[in-house]
């Protein structure tokens, strides 16, 4: 039961996170739109790797793709704390964006010489409140969300969750791991992010994943400590229960 109110409360979390991003979002574009003076990084990323927007279609295929897999892991007995970890992570990382996207506001990373007719959502008209869903829902992107890509931190998530709850073998691993490199090659081709915000996903998404294994393992370790006392308060010191593994 207890696990249950924290799976239902972290999706609801899910949606005011989303909602607030869609506001965050919104607000940045217009600070542009109204100032009219930002011009895109020079990027390094951009000179390594060609403009190719012919790639959009499989940045997008892969991350549904990896998502796909994470979805059947639902299936396995551990799906409460599969869906918990996804959406924890999501409300932290996703929740850091909400400040992160306007403390520096960067435009489109598209046409370079152009890039405000890059942005084809300059002219909508939002709804104040209601801007998140006109996101969501109407297509109404915006162009100015960079700092950092949510598309890359739920990408990392997925293959942190496929590697933890799927029996692969070592290859496999690796292989899934070379998805991350191939799907930032994508987003910098299609010049979909700037190069540092694909590097920020990666290592906020890392850090924060290390963060709450170890937090998991402790609670692990603190269970196992309290089972070995006996029905009198007293622990039963044994060859067995001395070597506790982490």
């Not at 506001?105 to 006109?134: A, F, G, M």
């Not at 090659?185 to 190069?195: K, V």
Request: proline letters at 2%.
């Amino acid at each position: 039961m207890k696990h249950n109110k924290k799976l239902i409360l972290s999706l609801f979390c899910n949606l005011v996170v989303f909602y607030f991003v869609g506001l965050s979002n919104v607000w940045t574009q217009r600070q542009a739109i109204k100032n009219r003076n930002i011009y895109p990084l020079i990027d390094q990323g951009f000179r390594l790797i060609d403009y190719n927007l012919d790639l959009l279609y499989l940045q997008d295929y892969l991350l549904i793709g990896i998502v796909g897999i994470t979805v059947l892991l639902l299936i396995k007995r551990e799906r409460k704390y599969i869906l918990y970890r996804w959406s924890l992570m999501l409300n932290i990382l996703f929740g850091i964006r909400i400040f992160t996207i306007p403390s520096t506001i960067l435009t489109r990373p598209v046409e370079l010489d152009q890039n405000w007719k890059s942005c084809k959502t300059l002219e909508y008209d939002y709804n104040d409140w209601l801007s998140p869903i006109e996101v969501l829902f109407q297509n109404k992107m915006t162009c100015f969300d960079f700092i950092y890509s949510g598309h890359m931190v739920n990408f990392v998530i997925c293959i942190f969750l496929i590697n933890k709850y799927l029996d692969l073998m070592f290859l496999t691993r690796i292989l899934l791991w070379c998805t991350v490199g191939v799907e930032s090659y994508f987003i910098i081709a299609t010049r979909s992010h700037y190069l540092v915000d694909i590097e920020l996903s990666i290592i906020l998404t890392i850090f924060l994943w290390l963060i709450l294994e170890y937090r998991e393992k402790n609670k692990e370790l603190q269970d196992k400590i309290f089972k070995m006392y006996n029905e009198d308060g007293e622990i039963e010191i044994t060859e067995t229960n001395t070597r506790i593994e982490i």
